[in-house]
């Protein structure tokens, strides 16, 4: 089938369903039958939680994820991908080469923890999310005879969100050149096909005092831990007379700017539909765009590539980064929200590969986004 045919099943039980509809199916039923490994990769990286750019253990569990899905050796595996943590798995149909140019979709896996308090923000989820879609992704283009699209699945590891920005680093490297467009989904207390977040900028403060003798002469010297203290303190008197958009953060020295994630209505407008195909019960648009999400470096990868960040629940009302909400990262019953978001996103990734003018859409909304920053920063 040629991408932007809608060819009908004839005969049997999937009489009348489009070919793209099938391959759906069968996408999900792939994650289905992944279930069971696709849980314990979540566990392991869940159990033995690292911090940014020391995820050994959790790059070691997702390579080898992808190096022993069978049939063997059916992915290309690169660990340690332009980072010591970051790696890149590749699948495409046999007979796919450099031309005419395979269309390159990219699922995105998080697993760096938080100090202290593990997988409070869910990347363990995060992880398994963007290996069961790509899984998911596979399995349609697999199922069904005839010659399959020239699609390549690429699944890049990418540490150091929490503390670093990973992404942008490997955006640096040029990890993202070439792909068309981009999923990951991250957890939350409600489903959302987008959030509004809040980027970060850092401001540099430097405080220079001068010595004197503390007990001969004091009032000769300047201090400038007081300076820094006052300066700390009244903005943390201010924060309640800032907007719900504001935040001030400690922010240490040497990180990455993060920048808004680029919506791109074209794409979560195919994700909500695929998702209430599967039960999901979508915030309301006016909600979605009037709510806020923390920060994330994936902001800067829709600068660079098309790509969607929907918010899932996973059973729990529990508030990002409690130990709470690593206990609910953590539990059974985050699996199947899991899953199904997984579904939605492997969905919404073939309506791409089969759908030219959804495609189409998508490049000219993530066009139109990025002149309309580019405006913005100009008046600013």
């Given amino acids: 089938m040629r991408p932007g045919e809608e060819r009908p099943v004839e005969g049997g039980a999937c009489a009348g369903v489009s070919e793209l509809e099938l391959r759906k199916l069968r996408a999900a039923e792939r994650i289905d039958k992944a279930a069971e490994r696709l849980g314990a990769l979540s566990r392991a990286i869940w159990s033995e939680p690292e911090l940014a750019y020391e995820e050994h253990r959790a790059h070691g569990v997702l390579t080898r994820f992808f190096e022993c899905e069978p049939p063997a050796a059916s992915w290309s595996v690169q660990p340690h991908y332009h980072l010591d943590t970051a790696f890149r798995a590749e699948w495409g149909p046999p007979g796919v080469g450099a031309a005419p140019r395979p269309l390159q979709l990219g699922f995105l896996c998080e697993y760096d923890a938080l100090p202290g308090i593990g997988h409070a923000c869910g990347h363990n989820l995060i992880a398994e999310v963007g290996a069961a879609a790509a899984l998911g992704v596979k399995g349609a283009l697999e199922s069904l005879p005839g010659p399959p699209p020239p699609v390549k699945v690429i699944v890049l590891g990418t540490p150091a969100e ?27 207390q409600e489903n959302a096909a987008y959030l509004p977040d809040v980027a ?10 001068k010595a004197s003798h503390a007990a001969a002469y004091p009032w000769e010297g300047v201090n400038a831990l007081d300076a820094a203290v006052l300066a700390y303190n009244n903005l943390s008197m201010l924060r309640q007379q800032m907007k719900p958009t504001w935040r001030v953060h400690e922010i240490k020295g040497g990180a990455h700017d993060y920048y808004n994630v680029l919506p791109n209505k074209s794409l979560w407008k195919a994700y909500i539909e695929n998702g209430k195909k599967l039960g999901i019960e979508f915030i309301s648009e006016d ?58 996103l492997a969905m919404t990734a073939l309506d791409v590969i089969f759908k030219p003018e959804l495609l189409q859409r998508i490049r000219e909304d993530f066009k139109l986004k990025l002149q309309e920053e580019e405006f913005l920063n100009t008046v600013e």
């Fill in 200 to 209: 970060e900028h850092d401001v540099t403060v430097k405080y220079y005092g």
């Fill in 287 to 344: 909600a979605m765009l009037n709510g806020s999400s923390g920060s994330t470096d994936f902001g800067n990868v829709t600068f660079v590539v098309p790509g969607i960040h929907p918010y899932f629940y996973i059973g729990s009302d529990a508030l990002n980064h409690t130990e709470q909400y690593t206990e609910a990262a953590g539990s059974q019953e985050a699996q199947f929200y899991t899953l199904r978001t997984a579904k939605a």
């Fill in 162 to 188: 929490e503390d670093g920005g990973g992404k942008i680093d490997l955006i640096e490297a040029g990890a993202f050149k070439n792909l068309d467009v981009v999923f990951m989904a991250h957890p939350s």
